[in-house]
């Protein structure tokens, strides 16, 4: 028994198959003609990155990197130049300080002896010096009624009133110190005689005052005497005066002056010893 094969009312069959199969091929062209632009897009977005990060990386390289054309001029030698710099003219000093007492080596304590002036008191009659004045050989020390008193150098006292025929170191003292005062005496040393007597008269009258004459001589040959009031002998000269009790118009006190054999201060009890730059206190 033969059977056929009849067609459904859907159009199952060749046709059917052939129609659906021609449809098909449009389909897949739509879609793949819709996701090119897409990809076409990405792709050129990724060249501009691209390119953007070249001219970025460009531009950073061309800021950091240094030719060695600027290498050599930044390193090269600074040019020669005048310096200039303001001068002030001055003295350099430099200031040490350090404690210490300052005294004087030796003080001498002047007494003025009695005045042999008839009838006078013994009466500061002119200005003392003041306290700090240089006394020195020969210098007038005060004036005691009229008369002088002369500060000499010398160890020995002036014990005596000096005439013409004494002998003695007051003497020789006295003619030492003449004679560094510009009044030599051809005596010998030691022996007051006419020569050293001229000597005192010289001396006396170069400081305004006239050697005394003792009474009993004549006008044609006085005997003059140095007064042992009139000079003082001091051990060393010159000297500091540091104290003076003489006030003009007041009768004399003794010690009259305090000396002292200094004329410039030192220090006594430290001294500064200086030694590779480190100061030491040597006692």
């Known amino acids: ?5 009849l067609p459904d009312a859907h159009g199952s069959g060749p046709e059917r198959q052939e129609a659906s199969g ?37 531009f950073w390289a061309g800021t950091k990197a240094t030719s060695p054309a600027t290498l050599a001029k930044h390193n ?8 200039t710099s303001t001068v002030v003219l001055r003295h350099l ?9 300052v005294e004087p ?9 009695p005045v042999n002036v008839a009838g006078a008191q013994p009466i500061v009659t002119q200005r003392p010096p ?52 510009g009044f030599p005496a051809s005596d010998s040393l ?26 009993g001589g004549t006008l044609k040959q006085p005997t003059f005497t140095v007064p042992q009031a009139e000079v003082v002998f001091v051990p060393r000269l010159p000297a500091t005066l540091l104290k003076t009790l003489l006030v003009l118009g007041r009768p ?16 006594v009890h430290e001294r500064l010893d200086v030694v590779r730059g480190v100061l030491r206190i040597v006692r």
């Open 130 to 181: 003041g306290q700090g004045s240089v006394i020195a050989n020969g210098t007038l020390m005060a004036q005691i009624a009229g008369r002088p008193v002369f500060a000499m150098s010398g160890t020995t006292p002036m014990y005596r009133d000096l005439i013409l025929g004494d002998q003695g170191p007051d003497v020789a003292q006295l003619q030492d110190d003449l004679a560094a005062l």
């Open 76 to 83: 090269a030698a600074a040019p020669r130049t005048v310096l």
């Open 93 to 101: 000093t430099e200031s040490l300080s350090a404690p210490g007492v």
């Open 1 to 5: 028994m033969a059977v056929e094969s």
């Open 105 to 113: 080596t030796r003080v001498y304590k002047v007494d003025f002896g």
């Open 190 to 215: 030691g022996m007051f005689g006419k020569s050293t007597m001229m000597a005192v008269r010289a001396f006396y009258h170069s400081a305004g005052y006239a050697l005394r004459a003792l009474p």
């Open 252 to 267: 004399v006190t003794n010690p009259a002056l305090v000396l002292a054999e200094m004329l410039y201060p030192r220090l």
């Open 22 to 58: 021609e449809s098909a091929v449009p389909q897949d062209r739509s879609r793949r003609q819709a996701h090119r632009p897409r990809t076409a897009r990405r792709w050129w977005l990724a060249v501009a990155a691209a390119g953007a990060l070249l001219v970025a990386g460009a």
